[in-house]
């Protein structure tokens, strides 16, 4: 069971409506990769701004992962393609990609943290697990759009 942290309100909505988007995408996700999806929509949604600049530059500048910095960077990338692709697919239209731009670029980048040697530890196989299950993944918070627009 997950615990959240000093049981805030709105990680227990968030949790809800993953769990609810789980059961309409037919999609279930292990906890350590539903915990790391809670974290990053409340972390992406608390900030307004999503790819202000052209991720695949940044994908490109930082994929060698040769520092910390690099890391958290491509991080960035994976964690804005995933609510991009899930949450706001219509960007992509916007922005002139295909609709699987986000989608390719964040595989690619969770793929690549996978077995990224940085000087923190990291759980490598969680990133394998979030580049294995993108494409569920997106799916997963597509419904999760489609049930919170339901609710309201």
């Known amino acids: ?33 539903e915990h790391y ?11 307004l701004k999503l790819a202000t600049s052209a991720l695949a530059i940044e994908f490109l500048e930082n994929v ?7 890391f958290q960077k491509l991080r960035s990338v994976g964690d804005q ?6 949450l706001f ?3 992509a239209i916007r922005k ?4 699987d731009y986000f989608t390719h670029l964040g595989e690619n980048a969770y793929y690549i943290l996978s077995y990224a040697q940085v000087p923190i ?18 799916q997963v918070l597509q419904a ?3 049930v919170n627009d339901r609710i309201q």
């Open 1 to 33: 069971m997950m615990h959240f942290p000093h049981e805030d309100s709105r990680w227990v909505e968030w949790h809800n409506l993953l769990i609810e988007a789980q059961e309409k995408s037919g999609h279930t996700l292990i906890e350590p990769v």
């Open 37 to 47: 999806v809670l974290i990053t929509l409340d972390a992406y949604t608390a900030q």
């Open 64 to 70: 060698h992962v040769n520092h910390v910095r690099d």
């Open 81 to 86: 393609c995933l609510i991009l692709a899930g």
């Open 89 to 91: 697919p219509e960007r």
């Open 96 to 99: 002139r990609v295909s609709r």
């Open 121 to 138: 530890h990291i759980d490598h196989s969680l990133f394998y697990l979030l580049s294995e299950n993108f494409s569920d993944l997106v």
């Open 144 to 146: 999760m759009r489609w």
